[in-house]
């Protein structure tokens, strides 16, 4: 099976700084891969898919890039309501969701 | 609104079944499939499995193969998980998700429910 590692584990940031979350995959999976925000006691949210597609009503500070076994989301501008835990997913196949990235304070 | 409503917190013993219900109002609930997806208490996320709600096709992951049963009823455009053999450690929140194929991933979530299985 697919393994997806996410780095790192957890992020201390302030408001207004550039985040950076990686997500690698142990095979090549193309660009099928998507992040999720989770904000706690609630349900993720998509934020891209393709690996770079902006979902539609995501702000455009957060972005994705990166194919095959290299993916990167990050987010311009951190805002009060960033502060989360965030998640790739491989979503073809047996889908894989990385282990997580708590952004804290 | 597009939205997936899923059925109330629920209390089981171990060895016990559950099943789980997601609602789905506002699209055509042939055209997405529906995923469910489990998180235990401060961890992460976990795929579950998927259904087809088309043809009633379903491909669940390893981890719960031979446990869970993924169906549908198109006539309430309603999705339903049931878990078997429950243990201590099926003490999570399921979601449901929708996803219109596998490139765009899940975009509408329901709420969450909560399974706890205790003696």
């Known amino acids: 099976d697919i393994q997806m590692t996410q780095s790192p584990i957890f992020l201390s940031a302030s408001v207004g700084d550039r985040v950076t979350i990686t997500c690698r995959a142990s095979?090549?999976?193309?660009?099928?891969l998507t992040w999720y925000r989770q904000k706690p006691g609630k349900a993720p949210e998509l934020l891209i898919f393709?690996?770079?597609s902006l979902q539609s009503g995501v702000p455009s500070r957060f972005s994705g890039s990166g194919s095959g076994t290299e993916f990167t989301l990050t987010i311009s501008s951190l805002q009060p309501e960033d502060f989360a835990t965030y998640y790739c997913l491989k979503n073809y196949g047996t889908w894989t969701f990385g282990q997580g990235t708590k952004v804290e304070i | 609104q597009v939205q997936l409503v899923q059925s109330g917190a629920e209390m089981k013993k171990p060895g016990a079944s559950v099943k789980v219900s997601c609602k789905a109002s506002?699209?055509?609930?042939?055209?997405?499939?529906i995923h469910w997806v489990r998180q235990a208490p401060g961890q992460g996320l976990e795929w579950m499995g998927l259904i087809n709600p088309s043809d009633g096709s379903t491909y669940y992951g390893q981890n719960f193969q031979g446990r869970v049963t993924m169906t549908r009823d198109t006539s309430t455009s309603t999705a339903y998980m049931e878990l078997s053999g429950l243990r201590s450690d099926d003490t999570v929140v399921y979601f449901c998700?929708?996803?219109?194929?596998?490139?765009?991933?899940?975009?509408?979530w329901g709420q969450g429910t909560t399974v706890t299985v205790s003696s």
């Open positions: 095979q090549n999976i193309g660009n099928y």
């Open positions: 998700a929708r996803a219109g194929g596998d490139y765009f991933g899940m975009d509408v």
């Open positions: 506002g699209y055509s609930f042939t055209s997405y499939y």
């Open positions: 393709a690996a770079s």
